[in-house]
């Protein structure tokens, strides 16, 4: 019940594509959910976060659409650039009662490709 | 502003060999401290947090500790090194009540 299931493991885009990452949880508790962007050899990068109070949340070319019925999130990268190409988190918490300090449930992760 | 730093960036030690991995953030005050393993450039282990000075709680059974001697001072440890033990450890921190974590640049261990 803790787990965020994400896919794909790999994805492969050519520039000016659109990519979509996908994460599924059981748990509904979890209320913020978090993408994160790692470059090989580097530590994780907040991307960009949403809570289920709206259902789509965007920042430049990065998209969050929530659907918490279905308690699946997904990423889109509009117009994906080969400097795009990185691994992908999502991740979950509950953050209702303060209980969890702040303790991630990530998903394994998915590596991106941007063709040039 | 706040920042994150991990010494040393890479790291090789035998098998049965002690280990210590230093993590400090600068720039805030009293925060969450957390110590990640990832393996094969994938999942993110989290292995433990601390709340508080001296606190400090684990995720994982294993062959390693960590301590918080001070409010921005977080050590992973080991008394003797496995195998398994290698990997890409990552230490992050989150302010009290927010559920933003930023990493740090990560110490690459690889046990021989």
């Known amino acids: 019940q803790q787990q965020v299931k994400q896919s794909p493991q790999s994805l492969i885009v050519q520039k000016g594509g659109i990519s979509i990452i996908n994460c599924a949880y059981e748990?509904?508790?979890?209320?913020?959910f978090p993408w994160y962007q790692q470059f090989p050899g580097k530590g994780p990068a907040l991307l960009i976060a949403?809570?289920?109070?709206?259902s789509e949340k965007k920042e430049g070319r990065f998209t969050i659409s929530f659907n918490k019925s279905a308690k699946q999130f997904s990423l889109h990268i509009m117009d994906s650039q080969p400097g795009d190409s990185a691994t992908y988190f999502c991740?979950?918490?509950?953050?209702?009662?303060?209980?969890?300090?702040?303790?991630?449930?990530f998903g394994q992760g998915t590596i991106l490709t941007v063709h040039p | 502003s706040q920042t994150i730093h991990q010494w040393p960036a890479t790291l090789v030690q035998p098998v049965g060999s002690p280990l210590s991995l230093e993590c400090t953030v600068e720039?805030?005050?009293?925060?969450?401290l957390y110590w990640y393993r990832q393996a094969a450039g994938r999942g993110l282990q989290l292995l433990f947090y601390?709340?508080?000075?001296?606190?400090i709680s684990s995720e994982v059974p294993q062959n390693l500790s960590a301590s918080r001697p001070q409010d921005r001072q977080f050590i992973l440890s080991s008394k003797k090194l496995l195998l398994s033990d290698s990997g890409f450890y990552l230490c992050?921190?989150?302010?009290?009540?927010?559920?933003?974590?930023?990493f740090g640049p990560g110490t690459r261990l690889t046990v021989t």
């Open positions: 949403i809570r289920p109070d709206v």
């Open positions: 601390s709340v508080g000075i001296g606190q």
């Open positions: 720039g805030t005050s009293n925060p969450n």
């Open positions: 991740a979950a918490v509950p953050t209702a009662g303060g209980t969890s300090y702040g303790k991630l449930t």
């Open positions: 992050a921190w989150s302010v009290i009540g927010s559920y933003e974590q930023y």
């Open positions: 748990n509904t508790a979890f209320d913020y």
